[in-house]
């Protein structure tokens, strides 16, 4: 009898094994590591993050940090504040990370958004980011015409900063030219400087590409997406082309790729398009892209980074019950979205504020994906997590 439960025990716990190495095998050749808690504090609402790996070999992740204003005792949260503003943490190996974040950039004439990361091959780190101006009604009555207001919020535009130093200290400003097809003013004056969210990329000849957002009507509903170049490591911006646009859907929070061919990506997101994942493509250095589409999947935004292989990790927040984030492999050349199967990296967030994913290499094989999510619909406050995924080669 003994022999016999024996047996039963080593059979349920061979079983038991055998699940939870299923669980982690994502999709053939992809294991989720672990997921891993890069900062968490109850006192603020944080959100928005991307990373890169510094010349020294540590990880810097970015966020927006704001104070969670049900310590106030307001009822919720938003992503407006006057008190939001950029930090970093670091971590050697992607799992242990600095507990007090280093202050990247405080605006001072209103909060800041999304702090987005690119280190250029020079050593050089940009960050992208854009400013809500909290205005009183007083000086919301004497702003020039047009402009987007979110109760006593104006949009003020983007701007850049640049560090030589992996981000030990930042540069001053670096303002955009604005869009020809941008009809708003910012908050400070003057026509709305581009802005965006999302991923900017060093091209093969130097050249930086940044997909950004005009808006078309006096608000941010109806946005298309253009393409700003800088030939100077991100010191100025000229204007180039129109990537998408659409009367009836807008398109936004847009991510930049390069394929070994030499083509352009622009992975978008959508609104009014029953949030689906869309892509555009130009073949000219980005004079030009050809009609955007419908990537066949919900998602957004999108973060596309190269694996040594020259396979695309394609990872993005999905916004749907189960929430959580997800991602797919692209062949070289990102031709394959329709088809490439889909990765759960997690379906255990609290509702469908999470995501905005970033990645980076850790190693040959193991990649780190970032994002920001919640556990609770109720009490919890957003935070900043990663996932730790293995990725084999292709052979």
């Known amino acids: 009898m003994k022999k016999l439960l024996c047996h039963i ?32 504090d109850s006192m603020f609402y944080s959100a928005f993050p991307s990373v890169i790996r510094l010349s020294n070999g540590e990880i810097l992740v970015a966020f927006r940090r704001a104070p969670n204003r ?56 940009l960050c992208a980011s854009y400013l809500w101006s909290f205005i009183r009604p007083e000086g919301l009555a004497k702003l020039p015409k047009p402009f987007v207001q979110n109760t006593d919020a104006v949009f003020s535009g983007g701007y850049l900063l ?53 808006s078309d009507t006096e608000s941010l509903k109806n946005t298309s997406v253009h393409l700003l170049i800088s030939e100077d490591k991100g010191q100025t911006w000229q204007y180039s082309s129109q990537i998408a646009q659409d009367d009836k859907i807008s398109f936004n929070e847009t991510s930049m790729y390069e394929t070994p061919k030499g083509d352009l990506v622009a992975f978008m997101r959508s609104e009014s398009f029953r949030d689906q994942a869309c892509i555009a493509r130009s073949t000219d250095g980005g004079k030009s892209f050809s009609p955007w589409q ?56 609290a509702d469908g504020d999470v995501g905005y994913t970033w990645s980076v290499q850790l190693d040959k094989t193991k990649v780190l994906v970032v994002y920001y999510i919640n556990f609770d619909r109720n009490k919890g406050t957003r935070q900043i997590q990663g996932s730790i995924l293995e990725i084999e080669p292709q052979k």
């Open 70 to 125: 049900k310590v106030f005792k307001e009822s919720k949260n938003n992503h407006l504040d006057p008190n939001s503003y950029l930090v970093t943490v670091r971590s050697k190996d992607g799992v242990h990370w600095s507990k007090r974040p280093e202050l990247l950039y405080a605006h001072p004439f209103g909060g800041s958004q999304d702090p987005c990361l690119l280190k250029l091959k020079d050593g050089t780190i």
């Open 294 to 349: 419908s990537m066949g999947f919900k998602g957004h935004p999108l973060q596309a980074m190269r694996l040594p292989d020259n396979r695309v990790l394609l990872t993005y927040g999905y916004r749907h019950e189960p929430y959580g984030i997800r991602g797919r492999i692209l062949n070289a050349e990102c031709t394959d979205f329709t088809t490439a199967p889909e990765i759960i990296i997690r379906d255990d967030a």
């Open 9 to 40: 025990f080593i059979c349920l716990s061979s079983i038991s094994i055998l699940s939870a190495q299923t669980d982690n095998q994502l999709i053939p050749g992809v294991k989720k590591i672990k997921d891993v808690t890069i900062y968490k």
């Open 162 to 214: 640049r560090s030589h130093d992996d981000g030990k200290t930042w540069s001053d400003l670096v303002i955009p030219c604005s869009v020809p097809s941008e009809i708003n003013h910012s908050g400070l004056g003057g026509k709305l400087p581009a802005y965006n969210r999302g991923a900017l990329y060093e091209g093969k000849d130097g050249r930086i590409f940044w997909a950004v957002v005009a």
